[in-house]
């Protein structure tokens, strides 16, 4: 059964302290997503890739974050320095999306990050 | 920014009810797909409609675009407690070249026994 795989579930940390989560995308998918989950903002695209190459990243804070798809098993998004304000859940998804947009995407299970 | 906006916010019914959600989008899309949230999960893939389609059902769901207001709605008949989720409409927008997935803000329903 395929899944998308993400670590950590749960991450709390210190303000200023550098996270890195990290997705295994499901195998043959040429999409992934990352996607940032809050109550005000509701899902937020950060950034996504297509074969592994990246995309658009205009979601995201350039200061301090960062993506990057190192193989096309692991994706990683990282914080440095991480705030009180980045606290959300972190999900990743991927997909075998068509041109002109067409596809499902699937989701892994979010990484929750609290920081302190 | 969203390109979807759901409507209610949050809805409250019996099991056996109906429970029907909107979704209204701003730019051209070339189809809207709807997913569904379990509390502390990710979201899961539950049907997609072209453009060129009015109308789609998946057993209880059934899926209606209208693309002339820019809307769809997302009907699940004979609720289940099990239904109990939040459910998101997506689009790829024509503004960003249909690359991008775009998510809606969310109804939350909860159905209760």
């Known amino acids: 059964d395929a899944r998308v795989t993400q670590t950590p579930r749960d991450k709390v940390t210190e303000m200023g302290q550098e996270v890195t989560m990290r997705c295994q995308p499901i195998?043959?998918?040429?999409?992934v997503f990352w996607y940032r989950q809050t109550m005000m903002q509701g899902l937020e695209l950060l950034a996504y890739f297509r074969n592994r190459a990246p995309l658009d990243d205009s979601g995201m804070p350039k200061d301090r974050f960062s993506a990057e798809m190192p193989d096309a098993t692991l994706a990683t998004l990282k914080i440095q320095p991480s705030e009180p304000r980045d606290s959300a859940v972190y999900f990743c998804?991927?997909?075998?999306?068509?041109?002109?947009?067409?596809?499902?995407?699937?989701f892994g299970e979010g990484s929750r990050l609290t920081v302190l | 920014s969203q390109q979807g906006e759901e409507d209610p916010q949050a809805l409250s019914i019996q099991e056996g009810e109906n429970a029907t959600m909107n979704c209204s989008y701003k730019t051209s899309i070339n189809n809207l797909q709807w997913y569904r949230q379990n509390s502390g999960r990710g979201l899961v893939h539950l049907i997609l409609i072209r453009s060129n389609e009015r109308e789609k059902h998946s057993g209880r769901l059934r899926v209606t675009l209208d693309t002339s207001k820019k809307s769809s709605s997302l009907l699940i008949t004979a609720s289940r407690a099990a239904d109990t989720a939040s459910y998101f409409c997506?689009?790829?927008?024509?503004?960003?070249?249909?690359?991008?997935?775009?998510f809606g803000t969310g109804t939350r329903l909860l159905v209760s026994p």
């Open positions: 998804a991927s997909g075998f999306l068509l041109a002109g947009g067409t596809g499902e995407l699937f």
């Open positions: 195998l043959g998918h040429n999409t």
């Open positions: 997506a689009t790829y927008s024509m503004n960003t070249g249909f690359q991008k997935l775009v």
